[in-house]
């Protein structure tokens, strides 16, 4: 079944339109700050050194974040010439199969990205290879890692109480840029089921229903006929 997704209900309408809001957001202050700061270094010689590292801070989120935006409105292409050829029952097989691997990944996405990211907020890492069985209490904490540049905001300040033990940073600590990956990862985890759920209840028919490439294939077809 079909692509594009719509929201049900007020809930969904108003998450819907908050991660839509949130990637604008993201992609209009990348914007600003490149066209601020291309302006003040070839109108007046000058520029703003930490807007790049902001710049980009906000593309690695605007990434990680669109990734599991894509997943929920069926954005993904999906190559399906083979598994077309198959009997719908063998089809929905293969989707299941291939839905319970994207679990599997998307649980191994997760343990990756707190693991990543839980010892620059002071907080343990779990143990084990593939699957958490636990929390490493003794592993080394890296709180106090700053970002290169990034001013530290006042309003932030809570943090070194917090984290740090109440030494004061000078920069960002990079636990607050490297939040978007337990985020994201816990966000591409839940799409996935979501979308393995569809599959499971014959609501579609593959975890990823997109055909741009194709659609962009018969829009070029029309417009060379003059349709």
């Given at each position: 079944?079909?692509?594009?997704?719509?929201?049900?209900?007020?809930?969904?309408?108003?998450?819907?339109?908050?991660?839509?809001?949130?990637?604008a957001?993201?992609?209009?202050?990348?914007?600003?700050?490149?066209?601020?700061?291309?302006?003040?270094?070839?109108?007046?010689?000058?520029?703003?050194?930490?807007?790049?590292?902001?710049?980009?801070?906000?593309f690695?989120?605007l990434?990680?974040?669109?990734?599991?935006?894509?997943?929920?409105?069926?954005?993904?292409?999906?190559?399906?010439?083979?598994?077309?050829?198959?009997?719908?029952?063998?089809?929905?097989?293969?989707?299941?199969?291939?839905?319970?691997?994207?679990v599997?990944?998307?649980?191994l996405?997760?343990?990756?990205?707190?693991?990543?990211?839980?010892?620059?907020?002071?907080?343990?890492?779990?143990?084990?290879?593939?699957?958490?069985?636990?929390?490493?209490?003794?592993a080394?904490?890296?709180?106090?890692?700053?970002?290169?540049?990034?001013?530290?905001?006042?309003?932030?300040?809570?943090?070194?109480?917090?984290?740090?033990y109440?030494?004061?940073?000078?920069?960002?600590?990079?636990?607050?840029?490297?939040?978007?990956?337990?985020?994201?990862?816990?966000?591409?985890?839940?799409?996935?089921?979501?979308a393995?759920?569809?599959?499971?209840?014959?609501?579609?028919?593959?975890?990823?229903?997109?055909?741009?490439?194709?659609?962009?294939?018969?829009?070029?077809?029309?417009?060379?006929?003059?349709?």
């Amino acid at each position: 079944m079909s692509g594009k997704y719509t929201p049900e209900g007020l809930v969904g309408e108003v998450v819907h339109g908050l991660e839509e809001t949130a990637i604008a957001v993201l992609l209009g202050l990348m914007t600003m700050l490149t066209f601020v700061n291309v302006i003040l270094r070839y109108a007046f010689n000058s520029s703003i050194i930490w807007s790049l590292e902001v710049v980009l801070v906000l593309f690695a989120w605007l990434v990680l974040f669109g990734v599991s935006y894509a997943f929920k409105v069926t954005a993904h292409l999906g190559v399906d010439a083979i598994t077309n050829l198959l009997e719908p029952r063998t089809r929905k097989t293969v989707a299941v199969i291939a839905g319970a691997i994207c679990v599997f990944y998307g649980v191994l996405l997760c343990k990756g990205a707190w693991d990543q990211w839980a010892p620059f907020a002071d907080l343990p890492p779990t143990t084990g290879r593939w699957f958490p069985t636990g929390f490493d209490f003794e592993a080394r904490g890296r709180s106090f890692f700053e970002t290169d540049q990034i001013p530290m905001p006042e309003w932030l300040r809570f943090l070194e109480d917090w984290i740090n033990y109440g030494e004061r940073y000078s920069k960002l600590p990079r636990m607050v840029p490297y939040l978007i990956l337990p985020i994201a990862a816990g966000l591409i985890l839940f799409r996935i089921c979501q979308a393995f759920v569809r599959v499971w209840n014959g609501t579609s028919e593959s975890m990823i229903v997109s055909h741009e490439a194709e659609e962009a294939v018969k829009d070029a077809a029309a417009l060379n006929r003059g349709d």
